[in-house]
């Protein structure tokens, strides 16, 4: 497709076509073959970037491809987030929605950015993008309306499409007020005509949260945070840059120490020194909600994993608004404990801050005595050392996991305590 419109049927044709001079088809293979090698880097460029583009009608085709380019960049990375570029006049209600759901329900935040226009369905996807990450360029259009469509045939046929495209237009002015946060009403009243905006109006409205002056991946460092900046975090004592090798290192750790936790269960399935993570109450996270609800930031608690993903979803211009949620979410949680293996029934070994069913202090050694413990479990396990005796006492490992937890406990208190100390003291005269 790309080729045909750079060089028209007719110079297509060409290129196999006896009637030009050898030397002119020549050159336009070399042309052709030049553009392909340029072409593929600018593919190239994007995947590295995590970007896809939605350029043109919304088809089947389109779907399909932005589906297959979705799940592969999750594949590779399901906590990176992907920039999704449209300039689109919209297209088939039915592939818009497959766009829709697949932005919906894959683990990766998908960052949209209208570079143009997104009109009809391309304005529902520009709309569905992650909270705060919705974006448009200062000269681009959007523009919204009801489905349209047509339809011959038998009298009875007609009536049950027009009931079709009756009960497609309510779920769409549905999913336009869940984005936008409108009520249905004014949805529909905006929708009855085609209705166009500027950048800002769109803002106004709900259908973009920024106006950026320029396109994040056009940007040094700019594939993975909005208008061209580095993602970071807040550290102890600044803003470090998160790289794709700490979070590589972060899974590795975690693989060591649920696979080390296996191995010495299975070998010492009453005196393992484990760490589980109770889950929290309902009244619990009463807290978090009811914190949530007030800056109008929906959280789902019905699993550790779906928490996750709504913390990860849970951004605002203020780049420490995503901290202190977590923050709040952590306070809200019980504090993970050390235990023996044989004190506790296999079903209340799960760790719920980490959605696994087993778990323990491997590596880094950053416990101390704990790790001590785990790594001369382990020389057992694998036979490379005999396990002291004192390691094979229960009630001694129970005590030591008991004071493990308070010594543990006390150092938070003493952190959280330190904090507010400090806080006052840069606040009393202020």
């Not at 072409?39 to 919304?58: A, D, H, M, Q």
């Not at 589980?276 to 009811?290: D, Q």
């Not at 949620?325 to 079903?347: E, H, K, N, W």
Request: aromatic share 8%.
């Amino acid at each position: 497709m790309w080729r045909r419109r750079l060089f028209g049927p007719v110079t297509t044709a060409a290129l196999h076509s006896s009637s030009l001079p050898m030397w002119r088809r020549r050159l336009l293979g070399t042309a052709a073959a030049a553009l392909d090698g340029e072409y593929e880097g600018l593919l190239s460029i994007l995947e590295e970037k995590r970007t896809v583009f939605i350029n043109g009608p919304i088809t089947e085709d389109t779907a399909f491809d932005v589906l297959l380019k979705f799940i592969s960049l999750a594949r590779t990375n399901n906590a990176q987030r992907v920039h999704l570029l449209i300039n689109s006049p919209g297209g088939l209600v039915s592939a818009g929605l497959a766009i829709y759901d697949i932005i919906q329900t894959i683990p990766t935040p998908v960052a949209t950015l209208c570079v143009g226009e997104a009109a009809s369905m391309a304005s529902l996807i520009l709309a569905a993008g992650a909270p705060g990450q919705r974006r448009a360029l200062p000269n681009s259009q959007i523009m919204i309306h009801q489905p349209s469509g047509g339809f011959l045939g038998q009298a009875t046929d007609v009536a049950i499409h027009t009931q079709e495209i009756l009960r497609l237009r309510k779920r769409l002015y549905a999913i336009y007020a869940r984005h936008t946060r409108q009520p249905v009403h004014r949805i529909s009243r905006f929708m009855e005509r085609d209705t166009f905006m500027s950048p800002a109006e769109a803002k106004k409205f709900g259908l973009i949260d920024e106006i950026i002056q320029s396109c994040p991946i056009a940007t040094a460092g700019g594939g993975g945070g909005g208008g061209g900046k580095p993602e970071t975090e807040e550290g102890g004592g600044g803003m470090y840059q998160i790289r794709e090798a700490n979070q590589m290192t972060e899974e590795f750790m975690l693989a060591a120490n649920v696979a080390v936790a296996e191995k010495i269960l299975k070998h010492f399935p009453l005196v393992s020194l484990l760490r589980r993570h109770p889950s929290p109450t309902k009244e619990m996270l009463e807290p978090l909600l009811r914190t949530a609800t007030a800056v109008s930031l929906d959280l789902d608690v019905s699993s550790s994993r779906a928490l996750a993903d709504s913390l990860d979803r849970a951004v605002s211009d203020d780049p420490y608004f995503n901290k202190l949620i977590r923050i709040l979410a952590t306070r809200c949680m019980t504090q993970a404990v050390y235990f023996c293996s044989g004190d506790l029934s296999p079903s209340e070994f799960y760790h719920y801050g980490l959605a696994a069913p087993l778990y323990t202090h491997f590596t880094p050694p950053i416990r101390r005595y704990a790790d001590v413990i785990v790594h001369r479990l382990l020389a057992a396990a694998l036979g490379i050392a005999k396990l002291p005796p004192v390691f094979q006492d229960g009630p001694q490992l129970t005590s030591i996991a008991d004071n493990l937890n308070y010594r543990h406990r006390n150092a938070q208190m003493a952190s959280q305590a330190s904090v507010e100390l400090h806080t006052l003291i840069y606040f009393r005269k202020r």
